[in-house]
């Protein structure tokens, strides 16, 4: 989905190193989410923000951080990568006022860690 | 605790063929579910979902979902395969009750359509 974009794409980097990647959507919405995709796991979710105040820890937060820096932008720091942090990532985002909560994703961003 | 069941990692079917991807699910309450697709280098893309009403619901591309309560699934259809049907399928599932309104993923399951 074009309204949500994701940067970088690809990012090859070593064990120890600092990553942000960035997210950032132009559909309005109030909800966003960091996901990673392992193959075989299926998603699970990183952590997810419902208003730039609001900051919560997902399932597998550890090892992650993230910064709602306004309601467009959404960005996810590994503050020191190792590798079993080899992933796609995803992040997405929902309008708060469907109760629905279906959820628009960006293309990803594939993550290695050397 | 809610979770997603994707019981088939992989489904092969021939073009023209009927297909069909598995999904259970498990919650608190009721649910609301959604089916995603994700064809390569790409992100996930919204199919269709279920919020209440008819148990059959109809979304994109030709494919089709049936809700059924008292065996917790929500299996994917669509009639007649196509080549280009093949990506990875997803199965999602929130409990309607809760306010916090995160979505639970399955595994995924890669659906191959041969010509």
């Known amino acids: 989905d074009a309204d949500v974009t994701q940067t970088p794409r690809n990012r090859i980097t070593k064990t120890g190193k600092r990553i942000m990647l960035e997210c950032s959507q132009t559909?309005?919405?109030?909800?966003m989410y960091w996901y990673r995709q392992d193959p075989g796991l299926g998603l699970r979710l990183i952590y997810y923000?419902?208003?730039?105040?609001?900051?919560n820890k997902g399932e597998i937060s550890d090892g992650y951080s993230v910064s709602r820096q306004a309601q467009a932008k959404f960005s996810l720091s590994l503050e020191s990568a190792i590798p079993n942090q080899t992933a796609l990532y995803f992040c997405?985002?929902?309008?708060?006022?469907?109760?629905?909560?279906?959820?628009?994703f960006g293309p990803g961003t594939r993550l290695t860690v050397l | 605790a809610q979770s997603v069941a994707q019981p088939e990692d992989q489904v092969n079917v021939a073009e023209g063929n009927p297909l069909t991807v598995k999904c259970t699910y498990s919650?608190?309450?009721?649910?609301?579910l959604f089916w995603y697709v994700q064809y390569p280098n790409r992100g996930l893309q919204f199919l269709l979902k279920?919020?209440?009403?008819?148990?059959l619901v109809k979304g994109s591309y030709g494919f089709e979902a049936e809700f059924n309560k008292s065996q917790t699934s929500f299996h994917l259809k669509k009639p007649s395969a196509l080549v280009s049907d093949s990506a990875l399928y997803f199965c999602?599932?929130?409990?309607?009750?809760?306010?916090?309104?995160?979505?639970?993923f399955g595994r995924g399951t890669q659906l191959t359509v041969w010509p």
């Open positions: 997405a985002t929902s309008d708060l006022a469907s109760s629905y909560n279906e959820q628009f």
């Open positions: 559909k309005g919405h109030d909800r």
């Open positions: 923000s419902f208003d730039v105040k609001d900051i």
């Open positions: 919650v608190s309450g009721n649910p609301y």
């Open positions: 279920y919020i209440t009403g008819d148990n």
């Open positions: 999602a599932v929130r409990d309607r009750g809760s306010t916090l309104g995160r979505l639970y």
